[in-house]
Structures are given as structure tokens and as C-alpha cells.
């Protein structure tokens, strides 16, 4: 748990930042903390693409893709990766340093990050956001300072923001199916479009679901338990949709003050606190970095809907109230996504032991609820391993990523 004097040390610091007690050794900036997804994979020395697809309601949003120039030749079908809540394209390519084209093949030595891993093996990789992160921000009609704006959850990305990218990059290659990687959220999401839009399923293969998240009963999470006992937060979140509370600027101005030297412990523990305690995974000296990329914004109703999972133990389409869910749904309550109806035989699941979050419970109601065989079911064989880990693990590339291109290598394999 958090250490009571480091505690008491980050206030003093906020109060007198130029005291001499202040004065601690801090590492250098890292350069990665503020490029741009762009930049991080022209960094590295791939190419990148910049695609604005439109979603059915008008949603402007941005997928980032990786180029890579010596596969010309022999590049394999798409991959889309998906990010979690609160993230973006971002995530798959920050865990580490290395990466680059000329880092070599070996995954342990650089194949933390996802994204360029696919890419040097030539997958042709896309990594799409969320509306309302940093890069999907724009509509057609309105303006993101407007309250309509921000009218949204995980519904909305299910039924508009997936169909749109999947049709969009289909489109662009020319196959007729592609590879779907998500985290967290971004299984949520796919989740929700198969159970309802079952002609999606064969447009995905495989599906590899990454700390999957759809009923969240379960959760040991103590920021999200402490979230749904606040008197009122659920209306305040209701009755206020715009971005998300928490300031984007303020949890990056906070990071470049604690988390480059010994009091980034907080940083640590504010991780851990959400999702799951796994300090032995964590590379401190990346801290800064990660807290510069994250959050990258999302809706009040957004994390509202979430808190109602929790509360309701059920995996359901956002709640309106009674009135508002007879107009919306034609009944009291808001229908449960039909998870059974789910036709897609190509889904994997990864997922944590320590995961706070994505609950082995949960997870396992969720593969009771699914009436498909799966082709991996699999759990990280270290009892702490938890839900940010999966990106951000010293041992990613060997225990997560490795296993990935294990399963795609099955439906693509090398020539």
C-alpha cells in the first residue's frame, strides 16, 4: 500500500516544490514522453499512415498505421489493435525503448511493444482510437465543446466506432477478414458488436481478447469500488456529459513532477490501486512516459457505464432510467448484450491472476456466457500479473506478445 512518509513527502513537494528537501536525483526526460504516436513509430524508423474514418453518426476518427518499408514484398493481412479506456494508439508502442527496425527479431530483447513486434514480422498493423481520446475529437456537425459531443459510452463504440474501422481498413487491403487485438475496453467492445452484429464474426480471425472486460462484478479494484459508493457520482456523470473529470493535463503536469525520481511511488500506486498490485513488472524508469500517454481522454458516460457493470453484475447497454429506456430499448431496463449469440470460433483470451479489473470470476462468467469453443484460453502463470501489465510488463514481449504472434503465425503463417 501507498508508504505513509513518501506520502507525506509528495504534499510537502507540492507545497514547497524548491525546498532543498525537494531537491531529489530525477531521471533525464525521456524523449518518448511527448511524441505522438506518429512520432514514436517514425522514431523507430518505420513509416507511418494517418487515416480519418467516419462513423455512421458522424464521428471523425483517427487510425494510425505502421509502415514497415522492408515488407513491401511480403506483407501479411491487417491487424487491428484496440486500446483500453482512457488510452489510445499510443499504448501498443510505449512500453519500451527498443523496437526499431534495427533492433533485431529476438522478441526478449524487443518485443515489448506490439505494434512494431507485428510490424518487423510484417503484419500490416493498424491502431485505431476510441472517440473522444486525443485523436478522435472531431464530428462532422458538432463541436467538441458541446455537451451533445460527448453523448457516449461503449455502446456507441461498439455499434459505430468497430464497424467503421474494420470496413474501413477491409476496404483499404482488399481481404475480406482481418486480425482484431484488444485490451480491456477494446474487447468490451468487440464483445458487444459480435453479440449483436453477428456478420461481423466473419470479418474477424482471429479475435484475441486481451485482459477481457464485459461483466465486472467481480472487481477487486479499489478506485473503481470506492467510484460506485460516492453519493451522486452516477448523477453528476449522467447529468454532465462532456470529457471525462479527471484532467488529462493535470495527471501529466503530475507526472513530470513524481515520476522521475523517488516519490514515484504515487505514480505506482495509483497504477496498482485500479489494477491490481504487480511491482516486480513495472519499469519505473518508463513511469513518466506512460503518465504522459495516459489518460488520453474519453465521456463521463463512458466511465459511467462502467460503475453500472459493476453495480449491476450484468453486461448491458447503458442505463437511462426507466422513461428514457422504454423510448430507447422498449423496456424498464437496459437489454443485456447477448453473448451467447456470439458465432465467431476464432476468439482467444489472455488474461491475468492478479488482474483487478478483469477478474479470473468474471472471465470465467464470461466464457460460460460464450457458447463458441475458443482457440486459447489462457492464464499468465504469475499470480500477481495484472490488468496494465499486458502493455506495460518488463516481460510483455516474452509472455504476452511472443504468444500472440503464436496465435496469428496459425492463420498467417510465414512463407
Excluded at 34 to 57: C, M, P, Q, Y
Excluded at 263 to 290: A, H, K, W
Excluded at 363 to 377: A, G, Q
Amino acid at each position: 500500500m501507498i508508504d505513509l512518509l513518501k506520502l507525506s513527502s509528495l504534499l510537502l513537494c507540492i507545497l514547497l516544490p524548491e525546498s532543498t528537501f525537494c531537491a531529489v536525483k530525477r531521471c533525464p526526460p525521456d524523449p518518448d514522453e511527448n511524441r505522438s504516436t506518429i512520432e514514436l513509430i517514425e522514431s523507430r524508423g518505420f513509416r507511418s499512415e494517418v487515416h480519418t474514418v467516419i462513423a455512421k453518426d458522424n464521428f471523425m476518427l483517427i487510425v494510425h498505421r505502421i509502415v514497415n518499408p522492408l515488407c513491401q514484398d511480403k506483407r501479411k493481412p491487417p491487424v487491428l489493435l484496440q486500446h483500453g479506456i482512457l488510452s489510445s494508439s499510443a499504448d501498443w508502442v510505449i512500453n519500451s525503448p527498443d523496437g526499431g527496425l534495427n533492433d533485431g527479431p529476438n522478441v526478449n530483447d524487443s518485443g515489448n511493444n506490439l505494434g512494431f513486434l507485428l510490424s518487423k514480422a510484417c503484419y500490416d498493423v493498424w491502431m485505431s482510437n476510441s472517440r473522444g481520446n486525443i485523436y478522435s475529437s472531431r464530428h462532422r456537425h458538432i463541436n467538441v465543446k458541446s455537451s451533445d459531443f460527448w453523448k457516449f459510452s461503449f455502446d456507441e463504440m461498439a455499434e459505430y466506432d468497430q464497424p467503421a474501422f474494420i470496413d474501413y481498413i477491409l476496404n483499404a487491403t482488399g481481404f475480406d477478414h482481418l486480425s482484431y487485438v484488444g485490451h480491456s475496453q477494446g474487447t468490451t467492445q468487440m464483445f458487444a458488436l459480435l453479440s449483436n452484429s453477428t456478420e461481423y464474426s466473419a470479418k474477424i480471425k482471429p479475435f484475441i481478447a486481451l485482459a477481457p472486460v464485459a461483466m465486472l462484478g467481480n472487481t477487486k479494484s479499489e478506485l473503481l469500488r470506492a467510484a460506485t459508493e460516492v453519493p451522486f457520482l452516477d448523477y453528476y456523470l449522467h447529468e454532465h456529459p462532456g470529457p471525462f473529470i479527471i484532467s488529462d493535463h493535470d495527471i501529466h503536469l503530475l507526472s513530470k513532477l513524481f515520476c522521475r525520481h523517488e516519490l514515484d511511488v504515487i505514480c505506482l500506486n495509483f497504477i496498482f490501486l485500479l489494477s491490481g498490485y504487480d511491482e516486480p513488472m513495472i519499469n519505473r524508469t518508463r513511469l513518466q512516459v506512460y503518465y504522459q500517454h495516459t489518460p488520453a481522454g474519453t465521456s463521463n458516460w463512458a466511465i459511467l457505464h462502467y460503475l453500472q457493470l459493476v453495480k449491476s453484475k450484468k453486461f448491458s447497454k447503458m442505463d437511462f432510467g426507466k422513461e428514457t429506456n422504454l423510448i430507447k430499448y422498449g423496456q424498464e431496463i437496459p437489454p443485456v448484450y447477448p453473448l451467447e449469440k456470439i458465432t465467431n470460433k476464432h476468439i482467444a483470451l489472455i488474461y491475468g491472476l492478479g488482474d483487478w479489473l478483469s477478474d479470473p470470476k468474471d472471465v470465467r462468467l464470461l466464457k460460460n456466457s460464450l457458447k463458441v469453443p475458443l482457440i486459447d484460453d489462457y492464464a499468465l502463470p504469475f499470480p500477481k500479473w495484472n490488468h496494465v501489465d499486458f502493455l506495460w510488463a518488463k516481460s510483455a514481449g516474452e509472455y504476452v506478445n511472443k504468444r500472440i504472434l503464436g496465435i496469428l503465425s496459425k492463420y498467417w503463417p510465414s512463407n
